[in-house]
C-alpha cells in the first residue's frame, strides 16, 4: 500500500468517536513502516494494548477501523487460525478483536467479531517476512495468498460498515 500521513489515518475511522481518534497512539516506528509489504495498516495501540486499529486501502475510501480485545490471562494451549490471513499461531499469537459497528448500529452496541493475528501483521507473515512458530498446512503461494487476504479483509470491512 501506499504510505500513509498521520492525518490521513486519522481521518479514516468508521467506527470511532473523535476523542477516540485523539487519544490513538499510532504505530511504534511509523517513520519507517514498511508500506510496500504492507496489505493494510494493523497495529496494537501502544499505550493500551487491548486496542488495535486496522487502516485499509480500498477503492472508495481509506477506511480506518478500532478493535478492541480482551485480554483473559487463562492459559490456552493449541493453535488458532487468523480469519483475515489464515496463518496458523500458537493459539495466544491469534487474538479475538470485536469491532463497533459504524453508525447508527455501533451507537446501538453492535459490534463484529474476528480472530486475527495478535500482532496484526498478517502482510508480514503472507510474504515471509516475520518468523512463523508453528508449521503451515497452507501451500497455495503468497500473492495468491495476498489476494484472499484482500477478500477476507474486504467482507469484514463491510461487515463493519453494513
Ligand atoms: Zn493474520
Not at 481521518?11 to 496489505?39: H, I
Request: glycine letters at 8%; a positive charge.
Amino acid at each position: 500500500m501506499q504510505a500513509l500521513s498521520a492525518d490521513e489515518i486519522r481521518r479514516s475511522f468508521v467506527n470511532s468517536t473523535k476523542s477516540q481518534v485523539k487519544a490513538m497512539t499510532l504505530p511504534t516506528g511509523f517513520d519507517e513502516l514498511p508500506w510496500e509489504s504492507l496489505d493494510f495498516l494493523g497495529w496494537r495501540d501502544p499505550k493500551a494494548p487491548a486496542r488495535a486499529y486496522l487502516v485499509v486501502p480500498r477503492e472508495e475510501a481509506l477506511t480506518g477501523i478500532a478493535l478492541n480485545t480482551a485480554a483473559t490471562g487463562k492459559p490456552r494451549r493449541g493453535t488458532g487460525l487468523c480469519d483475515i490471513c489464515h496463518t496458523a499461531h500458537q493459539v495466544t499469537d491469534v487474538a479475538l478483536f470485536a469491532a463497533r459497528r459504524a453508525g447508527a448500529a455501533g451507537r446501538a452496541g453492535n459490534t463484529v467479531g474476528t480472530y486475527i493475528c495478535a500482532d496484526l501483521a498478517c502482510s508480514l507473515y503472507l510474504r515471509g517476512l516475520r518468523e512463523l512458530e508453528v508449521p503451515q498446512g497452507e501451500t497455495v503461494p503468497p500473492q495468491v495468498r495476498v489476494q484472499r487476504l484482500a477478500v477476507r479483509l474486504e467482507t469484514f470491512v463491510s461487515r463493519v460498515l453494513a
